[in-house]
């Protein structure tokens, strides 16, 4: 199993940010923290990855616990678009196979 | 961008039947896997690969199963005899390290293979 804990669906209203929440208490020190979203019909598609310090890229941000126990991935608009299941993915170092769990799907609301 | 192709999009094909899935992973990238998910169920790891051989595979990947890079660019997956359970949408991947931990893996859109 993916060692992740991920509600099944949220809502959020176009144009507003997103908090996608993710549980990782058992987490390791060498694991990342990787978020992948898959759109309908599509592949599995990178989102952001982190190890400790909150992250930026131009698709999302990623906010890490100090204790790494749970994280964030903020969508900080979103559009109708975004529209997907988002899947919180501990990896370890060394081991290159994805391990994905259900995953948060998004429904945005026009 | 450089992507990941996959073709066909769509296989119909008779049980018992042999099917041959083809990917074009990133021109650059060196680490090679196939996962697969059936409708309405998690995307599951099928097989890594490496440097011509295969790294680690997982329970699915029985002897029915089989991965090549034939050359180059191309990487495939085979399935000799087809069961109905193998009706899934198959989707390649490719990554440049193949470490884990930071690596990133780029996905292809996937084949949707239907089993009759």
């Known amino acids: 199993d993916a060692k992740t804990t991920q509600p099944n669906s949220m809502e959020s209203n176009e144009e507003e940010p997103v908090h996608l929440p993710c549980n990782h208490s058992t987490i390791s020190g060498t694991d990342y923290i990787h978020w992948y979203r898959q759109l309908p019909s599509q592949g599995p598609e990178y989102v952001i990855h982190g190890l400790t310090s909150n ?7 990623l906010a890490i616990a100090e204790d790494r126990k749970s994280s964030t991935l903020i969508l900080h608009r979103a559009t109708l678009r975004d529209a997907a299941v988002y899947y919180c993915i501990l990896r370890p170092n060394r081991d290159d196979k994805i391990i994905f769990g259900k995953g948060t799907r998004l429904h945005i609301l026009p | 961008e450089p992507e990941v192709t996959q073709t ?5 094909t008779q049980m018992g039947q042999e099917v041959i899935l083809r990917c074009v992973p990133i021109s650059n990238h060196l680490y090679f896997y196939w996962y697969r998910q059936i409708l309405g169920q998690k995307v599951e790891f099928l097989v890594s690969f490496y440097n011509n051989e295969i790294s680690e595979k997982s329970e699915i990947f029985d002897d029915q199963f089989s991965v090549e890079r034939p050359d180059g660019s191309n990487f495939t997956l085979k399935i000799r005899s087809t069961k109905l ?3 899934a949408m198959y989707f390649c991947a490719s990554s440049s390290s193949g470490i884990g931990g930071p690596d990133t893996q ?3 859109p996937g084949t949707r293979l239907t089993v009759l």
């Open chain 1, 55 to 61: 992250v930026n890229n131009r698709m999302a941000s």
């Open chain 2, 8 to 12: 066909p999009s769509h296989q119909v």
């Open chain 2, 106 to 108: 780029y996905f292809g």
């Open chain 2, 85 to 87: 359970e193998d009706s």
